[in-house]
């Protein structure tokens, strides 16, 4: 199974924190990581129960940090999208197609929550790569903090080792400042580079690209800016 890590953003309430380190043990998951978290007192410690351990060993990261060991960034939130136009959080997946998804991934997983009172800010959510959202109902749709982890945790747990190793962040990185350079080469509109890169971001990420994958696109548009510019055949034959 892939390496999954479950990230609190900013958590407000000791509390929580304590109780979603119980049930990532509940669900057999141990990687919890703090970004900017509340002081952790007695309440983190009573909640957590047995699952002291997951949260001593909790991980304090920068949110840049997370982003730059991640092979693939999930957010989860409660508010998502209505329309296809608005691709800041579309499309959206439930935890339980979320799972299948990454069955079959090797590489380091990174699920973000974000904080109780406003959740995951814009900038976090467009440097995800998939934003996952739990059906729930219209009345109240926002869940607890430590409920949500928990929900994610179950549609998660057991997972089989997977086989199928994902291109690494910096591979994704590198193939996204390419587009983004194609996209001056053939004189993108300027006004639409944000979304058409966030749209990028999420297209790619569906696919799960392996390194070979990734390479394969840096050619096909290296001979397509080879032809923009106006090579000749004899010259692309000698390559």
């Known amino acids: 199974m892939p390496e999954i890590s479950f990230v609190l953003v900013n958590p407000l309430y000791d509390g929580n924190v304590g109780f979603a380190a119980r049930v990532l043990k509940n669900f057999g998951f141990s990687r919890l990581v703090l970004v900017d978290p509340c002081a952790l007192g007695d309440d983190a410690i009573a909640r957590a129960a047995h699952a002291r351990d997951v949260l001593d060993s909790a991980e304090r990261l ?5 982003y730059e060991r991640s092979d693939l960034l999930i957010a ?3 508010e998502v999208s209505k329309t296809i136009c608005q691709s800041m959080r579309m499309p959206y997946f439930s935890p339980r197609e979320i799972r299948e998804q990454i069955r079959d991934l090797d590489g380091r997983i990174s699920i973000l929550f974000g904080r109780e009172n406003w959740g995951l800010n814009n900038e976090e959510i467009r440097k995800s790569d998939v934003i996952c959202t739990i059906p729930s109902s219209p009345d109240y749709p926002i869940l607890n903090l430590s409920h949500a982890v928990a929900v994610v945790a179950y549609e998660l747990a057991n997972l089989p080792r997977g ?3 994902l291109a690494s962040r910096e591979e994704m990185d590198h193939l996204y400042r390419h587009i983004d350079s194609y996209l001056d080469l053939i004189h993108h509109p300027d006004f639409k580079r944000g979304n058409t890169m966030l ?3 999420r297209i790619f990420s569906r696919a799960r690209l392996t390194a070979r994958e990734a390479s394969t696109l840096h050619g096909l548009m290296r001979r397509s800016e080879w032809h923009v510019r106006g090579g000749n055949n004899e010259e692309e034959n000698q390559e």
């Open 62 to 66: 920068s949110f840049a940090e997370v």
């Open 76 to 78: 989860a939130t409660g």
């Open 163 to 165: 086989d199928y190793l």
């Open 199 to 201: 749209m990028m971001r």
